[in-house]
């Protein structure tokens, strides 16, 4: 179902591509629900899309990496926002592979962050669009995921199963009679954002969060379903996972 003024549902809402993603929504006045776990963040991000023209700005404070909550989470932010129309999952974290490594606490909470929470969150816009006839749900990986390297395999782990779960989430989707579902997987490479503070920057690889965001909005409009941005990233990953053992083992990846 198609509203005038549709409402995106920004998951991971106080992240710096959320934010640059929320400000394109502003633009094109729709109504916008940003949900995080940082609440003065968010409230400065409420105050700074109103001021760039969203229709409606809400904000609702959760634990999004908390995968036991998410049903009772999922619920309250339909009361809040009274329908959906698209839902962009952008949270995460990246982590320091040595720490994983050392503490099974680390592990499992990256794992739940990156990979569990963020299935059930899709799972549950999934229904939800099902039943409502149409919906969007973008959900941003990494090309990490498509090969295990020793310096971030843990993370990588992760979203390596989140890109098999989405396409497995788009193939039902595309076998739908009653309902027309998008379902997009995003695939970035190095961006700029707080997240990314602990490594050197600069260079050809390196993309804004305004850039990637840029690229979601266009994919969305466009119905694709797997992009990597930028569009390089296919190429270059694309060499690295069909490295033959024997070669990649001697690589410092």
Same mark, same amino acid.
Request: hydrophobic letters at 45%; aromatic letters at 8%.
């Given at each position: 179902?198609?509203?005038?003024?549709?409402?995106?549902l920004v998951?991971?809402?106080?992240?710096?591509?959320?934010?640059?993603?929320?400000?394109?929504?502003?633009?094109?006045?729709?109504?916008?629900?940003?949900?995080?776990?940082?609440?003065?963040?968010?409230?400065?991000?409420?105050?700074?899309?109103?001021?760039?023209? #969203?229709?409606?700005? +809400?904000? %609702?404070?959760?634990?999004?990496?908390?995968?036991?909550?998410?049903?009772?989470?999922?619920?309250?932010?339909?009361?809040?926002?009274?329908?959906?129309?698209?839902?962009?999952?952008? %949270?995460?974290?990246?982590? *320091?592979?040595?720490?994983?490594?050392?503490?099974?606490?680390?592990?499992?909470?990256?794992?739940?962050?990156?990979?569990?929470?963020?299935?059930?969150?899709?799972?549950?816009?999934?229904q939800y669009?099902? +039943?409502?006839?149409?919906?969007?749900?973008?959900?941003?990986?990494?090309? #990490?995921?498509?090969?295990?390297?020793?310096?971030? %395999?843990?993370?990588?782990?992760?979203?390596?199963?989140?890109?098999?779960?989405?396409?497995?989430?788009?193939?039902?989707?595309?076998?739908?009679?009653?309902?027309?579902?998008?379902?997009?997987?995003?695939?970035?490479?190095?961006?700029?954002?707080?997240?990314?503070?602990?490594? *050197?920057?600069?260079?050809?690889?390196?993309?804004?969060? *305004?850039?990637? #965001?840029?690229?979601?909005?266009?994919? *969305?409009?466009?119905?694709?379903?797997?992009? %990597?941005?930028?569009?390089?990233?296919?190429?270059?990953?694309?060499?690295?996972?069909?490295?033959?053992?024997?070669?990649?083992?001697?690589?410092?990846?």
């Open positions: 179902m198609k509203h005038e003024n549709p409402t995106v998951l991971g809402g106080t992240s710096a591509v959320a934010m640059a993603y929320a400000r394109n929504a502003a633009k094109a006045e729709e109504n916008i629900v940003l949900v995080g776990r940082n609440k003065s963040k968010l409230e400065a991000n409420v105050v700074d899309l109103k001021a760039r023209g #969203a229709k409606s700005v +809400q904000s %609702y404070v959760c634990d999004l990496g908390d995968s036991t909550e998410v049903e009772a989470h999922w619920s309250a932010l339909l009361t809040l926002a009274g329908h959906v129309d698209r839902v962009l999952l952008a %949270y995460g974290v990246l982590g *320091e592979q040595s720490e994983s490594q050392d503490s099974a606490n680390i592990l499992r909470r990256s794992l739940e962050i990156n990979f569990v929470s963020t299935a059930l969150w899709s799972e549950r816009a999934f669009f099902r +039943q409502h006839g149409s919906g969007q749900i973008t959900v941003i990986g990494s090309v #990490a995921g498509d090969r295990g390297r020793q310096s971030n %395999y843990h993370y990588g782990a992760a979203k390596g199963a989140l890109a098999i779960f989405m396409d497995g989430m788009a193939h039902r989707a595309a076998k739908l009679k009653e309902a027309k579902l998008k379902i997009l997987l995003i695939k970035p490479g190095f961006i700029d954002t707080p997240m990314t503070d602990h490594l *050197e920057k600069g260079g050809p690889l390196w993309a804004s969060p *305004e850039k990637i #965001a840029a690229i979601i909005r266009k994919s *969305e409009r466009r119905g694709k379903r797997v992009v %990597y941005a930028p569009w390089f990233w296919r190429f270059i990953l694309m060499i690295i996972r069909y490295l033959p053992f024997f070669v990649f083992k001697r690589s410092s990846l």
